[in-house]
């Protein structure tokens, strides 16, 4: 049998690139090659394509990895990167690589891949309008309100009376697309809205002002089994900033997470891990998610972050969770790989 093609799609053109990369190589270096020939190939940050020779990926930063696309890597125009993979696996993270953008290129292509489709893909993305979907679905979210960029400019004095008689202090602002914690704040008191909301405003045009929890924070990776989303373990997160920041989710030893949960008792893991498997149904994700949320002092279990993707970095929440239920790195993403092809083969259109 022929081996399968698999493009590992990494970098890319959104802030998370350089987590992409990290993601992209981990996938790179535990992709079985008894099934698999792996093709890395790298979106630059202006959207084009190279196929890039191993060596690369191995590159500190995607800045790097660009300084060499000219000499040492393949420009690939979009039309023909079908001619180049069989699969993709996406390690993109962020806008343009989770969001249903490099799906709808996909789709278009006829290649198969890794995660969601367009929509849910986009609504994984959206922090505002899947706040809306999961609370229709009956479940527990943050009370939140979106502030658009134009309303601050035009509206403030308004929005910050609003925005005080609806949640007091602490808050939490946040743009309504991005990941890796980028311009989260939690807001301690009415003299720092004004500086969180502008932070949030960096990333996008329009800024989630949420209630802010105070609990344990959890991560379920949901993978599907013939056809059913279930969890995989979960894991308790004890982040040693004041939240779960970017250095909380990337330095080295820097947070402490228990997979599975030490402080949890397990029959509210039950109770969270249906949850999060309903979160992921009622948005339609596909392959598999990683849904994120608190556990409040009052036993409720909220969904905060549910995302179409996940990042692949050695200790990332897929492979800490797949190792608990005894597969190695090689085996998730072989399984991931297999159950995307399914679900494409299944799939009436793009969605
Ligand atoms: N309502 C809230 N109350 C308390 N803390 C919060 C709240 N919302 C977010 N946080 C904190 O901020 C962190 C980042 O927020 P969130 O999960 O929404 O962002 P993200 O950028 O999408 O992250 P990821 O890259 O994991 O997808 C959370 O992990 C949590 O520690
Ligand atoms: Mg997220």
């Not at 006829?110 to 899947?130: C, F, R, V």
Request: charged residues 25%; proline residues 5%.
């Amino acid at each position: 049998m022929e081996k399968l093609r698999v493009g590992i799609i990494l970098g890319g053109m959104s802030s998370e690139n350089e987590v992409s990369l990290n993601s992209g190589r981990n996938v790179y270096d535990n992709l079985d090659r008894e099934m698999y020939i792996p093709v890395p190939v790298f979106m630059h940050h202006n959207g084009g394509l190279w196929v890039i020779p191993w060596q690369l990926v191995s590159q500190n930063t995607t800045v790097d990895v660009s300084d060499h696309l000219e000499k040492e890597a393949r420009h690939i125009p979009y039309e023909q990167l079908k001619e180049e993979i069989d699969f993709a696996f996406i390690a993109l993270h962020g806008k343009y690589g989770d969001d249903g953008c490099i799906q709808g290129l996909l789709e278009l292509l006829g290649i198969p891949y890794t995660g969601s489709g367009i929509l849910a893909s986009a609504l994984g993305m959206d922090k505002h309008i899947q706040q809306k979907i999961l609370r229709w679905g009956g479940i527990d979210v943050p009370r939140s309100i979106v502030v658009p960029e134009y309303e601050w400019r035009n509206n403030k004095k308004a929005l910050e009376k609003q925005i005080h008689d609806t949640f007091g202090f602490p808050l939490v602002t946040k743009p309504t697309r991005e990941g890796s914690s980028m311009g989260v704040t939690i807001v301690r008191d009415a003299g720092a809205l004004d500086d969180g909301i502008n932070d949030a405003l960096e990333w996008d045009n329009a800024v989630l002002v949420e209630e802010y929890l105070d609990g344990i924070e959890f991560s379920s990776i949901v993978i599907e089994e013939d056809g059913e989303p279930k969890a995989l373990s979960l894991t308790e997160i004890y982040p040693q900033s004041e939240f779960y920041t970017y250095d909380d989710k990337y330095m080295p030893g820097r947070c402490r997470k228990f997979t599975p949960p030490k402080n949890i008792p397990a029959d509210v893991v039950a109770r969270i891990k249906e949850e999060v498997v309903r979160a992921y149904k009622v948005l339609g994700f596909r392959s598999y998610g990683r849904i994120d949320g608190f556990l409040a002092h009052d036993g409720r279990v909220l969904i905060t972050d549910p995302n179409s993707s996940s990042g692949m970095a050695p200790s990332s929440f897929f492979f800490e969770q797949a190792a608990e239920s005894g597969m190695l790195p090689s085996m998730i993403i072989s399984k991931l790989i297999e159950l995307s092809l399914t679900i494409h083969k299944e799939k009436r259109g793009p969605l």
